[in-house]
């Protein structure tokens, strides 16, 4: 069945240190986005891609880096990792076309940053 | 910019009965956004639980219904009887169409509902 995986599920890291988060979908669709919630807010989008090799800033990208190597991996980058990055970490994917705005996700990492 | 609005949870029910969850949106992107309703079960991702594109129309999915109300900008969920497996956080949402050059979607808070015990 086609899904969208999350690694790790969730993750306790120290302030300053590196984090990466990683994505992996098997939806062969060509869009994938990163997005965090946080306690009393809704899905924020931090960055997303069109296509393999090339990244976009989403709303809030400070402090956030990207990778898509491959059409199915999609990565989020936090080199140094704070404190106000604590939340939970959704990625998903869509296809092109008429739907590209319908969005599959996966389960969510949990970050705990100290 | 877009958002969305929606019932500030937790929202409790009895079994048997009916629930809402109130939606309303802005969108100054677009006139006529896609509208959504994304569902999270404890321990999963959120999952699409409806779309409406069109003013006016209604979607329907496991027994919860909304309707894309364009005067009131309003998209508001209901179902008659609700479960003890529709216990989940609900999310309302706006997207933009295709060819826009844009395909991102802007989501409510979130609205957590559980049955009384």
């Known amino acids: 069945e086609a899904a969208v995986t999350q690694s790790p599920r969730s993750k306790v890291a120290v302030t300053g240190g590196k984090v990466t988060l990683s994505c992996h979908q098997t939806n062969n669709h060509d869009y994938m986005y990163w997005y965090r919630q946080d306690t009393g807010h809704g899905l924020r989008l931090i960055h997303y891609?069109?296509?393999?090799?090339?990244?976009e800033k989403g709303d809030i990208p400070d402090g956030y880096k990207a990778s898509r190597p491959s059409q199915e991996n999609f990565s989020l980058i936090l080199e140094l990792a704070s404190l106000s990055q604590t939340a939970v970490y959704f990625c998903?994917?869509?296809?092109?076309?008429?739907?590209?705005?319908?969005?599959?996700f996966g389960p969510g990492t949990r970050l705990l940053v100290l | 910019g877009d958002s969305v609005t929606q019932t500030e949870g937790p929202v409790t029910v009895s079994e048997s009965e009916s629930l809402i969850i109130n939606c309303t949106y802005s969108?100054?992107?677009?006139?006529?956004?896609?509208l959504f309703w994304y569902v999270r079960y404890p321990g999963e991702g959120l999952q699409l639980l409806l779309k409406?594109?069109?003013?006016?129309q209604k979607g329907s999915s496991r027994g919860f219904e909304a309707t894309y109300n364009k005067e009131t900008t309003s998209f508001h969920l209901q179902k008659a009887s609700v479960q003890e497996s529709d216990s989940a956080v609900y999310y309302c949402a706006l997207g933009t169409l295709p060819g826009t050059g844009s395909n991102r979607l802007t989501f409510g808070k979130g609205t957590k509902f559980s049955l009384i015990p």
């Open positions: 998903a994917s869509s296809d092109r076309g008429r739907d590209q705005d319908t969005q599959y």
């Open positions: 409406v594109i069109t003013a006016g």
């Open positions: 969108a100054t992107s677009i006139a006529y956004p896609n």
């Open positions: 891609s069109y296509v393999a090799d090339s990244t």
